[in-house]
């Protein structure tokens, strides 16, 4: 090839990498960011941002930055949320655990954790289940209705909010301070001014709602996360009120979009996949891997940001202390080289241990690792056991149903759908 035609080659690629990247984080590229995402790792493993910021592709590159402390989670806050000033964190984005380091998150990560020993999660099954029966019997009754309004929500948000201690009549309340805060965890440079309001807005409601909640536990302590952590507060050398609110504001807000967010997606893949929902019937032991496979295919945290404690090379990159890097967990989950045929959904390739696949994402790694990912898992194995028992057909009614704009809590807005009884 002459030198010309080799500068024309280097000039499609690039172009081909930014409309890649302008795709993965523009408003169209919702429905289907995994294609732009394998734009860029089959045009390599780091790609730079027009703001500067270098994205990682390729599975192996993205675990060597989640599974080392030469990473860090906490200096890349001023990345995605630059328009947050400093002095005024504390009430417009309180900084919990998930954007904190040793040894202050290993303080506040082991408090929490208290709350979700795999015990008490496995506790949690009947409860789930009866209300899972619940959910599904309206849908129903309905036969045509929205799934992620009468079960992809509800499910993990009343859960959520019987395990930390919010009473019914703030569902509604705490529901729309969390979509607004999971909006808010998009770049602040992609955000329009009324969701950097909401956001604000979103947590200091919070903030004042589970003071409140958290004044009444301390006088009449019961059964929930909130009136443990109160007592933990008393001692007052181990948690500060402030620290305690942010930790309660994180774990609703990461627990319950997130989890919504895998039931809307993975469901939407079901439908679209009938051939493995009949597998599901046909070997229903396949079912409590399932779920790791949906969150594989459609991660509900789409990506995370880390920062270099010290200089270090990753994907032949050199990057120097305090840089960024965005780790594209929609791209890594989907890495040939790491799940072979990845863009094909399999509800056995969690299943098979003699040929174990490797581990998704979707629940990060290291230190960060998600806690609550025993109880997501568990809520999305229980309601594909209800459906396939209480459901004859799940039925798919559009061919392209709606997402929210989010880009790094990705998730859809709406999910048509028709259930014939069994
Ligand atoms: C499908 C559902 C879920 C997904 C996809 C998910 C995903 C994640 C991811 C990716 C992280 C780490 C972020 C990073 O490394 O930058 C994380 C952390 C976390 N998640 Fe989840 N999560 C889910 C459900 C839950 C639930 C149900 C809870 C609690 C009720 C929860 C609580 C947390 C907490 C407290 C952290 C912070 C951990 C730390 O920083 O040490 N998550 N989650």
Not at 190 to 218: C, H, I, Q, V
Not at 244 to 259: D, K, Q, R, S
Request: aromatic fraction near 6%.
């Amino acid at each position: 090839m002459d030198s010309s035609h080799a500068s024309t080659a280097v000039a499609e690629q690039d172009s081909a990498v930014q409309t890649a990247i302008a795709q993965l984080f523009g408003p169209d590229g919702r429905a289907d960011p995994y294609a732009p995402a394998r734009v860029l790792r089959e045009a390599g493993p780091v790609h730079q941002t027009p703001l500067g910021h270098h994205l990682l592709t390729r599975y192996d590159d993205c675990v060597a930055v989640l599974s080392t402390t030469a990473w860090s989670h906490a200096e890349e806050a001023g990345m995605m949320h630059p328009t947050v000033k400093p002095e005024d964190a504390p009430e417009e984005l309180p900084t919990s655990f998930l954007w904190m380091e040793p040894p202050d998150h290993t303080r506040l990560r082991n408090l929490v954790t208290k709350g979700f020993t795999p015990r008490m999660v496995t506790r949690l099954r009947p409860r789930i289940e009866e209300l899972t029966e619940q959910l599904v019997d309206t849908a129903l009754e309905s036969g045509e209705f929205d799934l992620v309004e009468l079960i992809a929500y509800p499910l993990p948000l009343i859960i959520a909010c019987e395990l930390i201690g919010v009473p019914k009549e703030a569902y509604q309340q705490v529901h729309q301070w969390s979509q607004d805060l999971a909006r808010g965890f998009d770049h602040d440079y992609t955000l329009p001014e009324e969701a950097l309001k909401a956001r604000s807005a979103g947590s200091r409601g919070f903030m004042g709602y589970f003071r409140e909640l958290l004044n009444e536990r301390r006088k009449d302590p019961k059964d929930d996360l909130l009136s443990v952590l109160s007592q933990v507060e008393d001692r007052g050398d181990v948690l500060t009120e402030q620290e305690l609110l942010a930790t309660c504001i994180t774990t609703f807000v990461a627990g319950h979009e997130t989890t919504a967010n895998l039931i809307g997606t993975g469901m939407l893949q079901l439908m679209r996949n009938p051939d493995q929902i009949a597998a599901l019937r046909a070997r229903p032991e396949l079912i409590p891997a399932t779920p790791d496979e949906l969150l594989r295919l459609e991660p509900s945290v789409q990506i995370t940001t880390r920062a270099a404690t010290r200089p270090i090379t990753v994907a032949g990159h050199d990057f120097e202390q305090g840089e960024g890097v965005v780790v594209l967990i929609n791209s890594a989950n989907r890495d040939d080289a790491a799940f072979p045929d990845s863009d094909r959904i399999d509800v056995a390739r969690y299943s098979d241990p003699k040929n174990p696949a490797k581990k998704h994402l979707g629940f990060s790694l290291g230190i960060h690792y998600c806690l609550g990912a025993p109880l997501a898992l568990l809520e999305m194995e229980i309601l594909l056991e209800v459906l396939l028992r209480k459901v004859r057909d799940i039925e798919l009614l559009t061919d392209t149903p709606p997402y929210k704009p989010n880009v790094v809590i990705r998730g859809l807005e709406a999910l048509p759908t028709r259930f014939t009884p069994a």
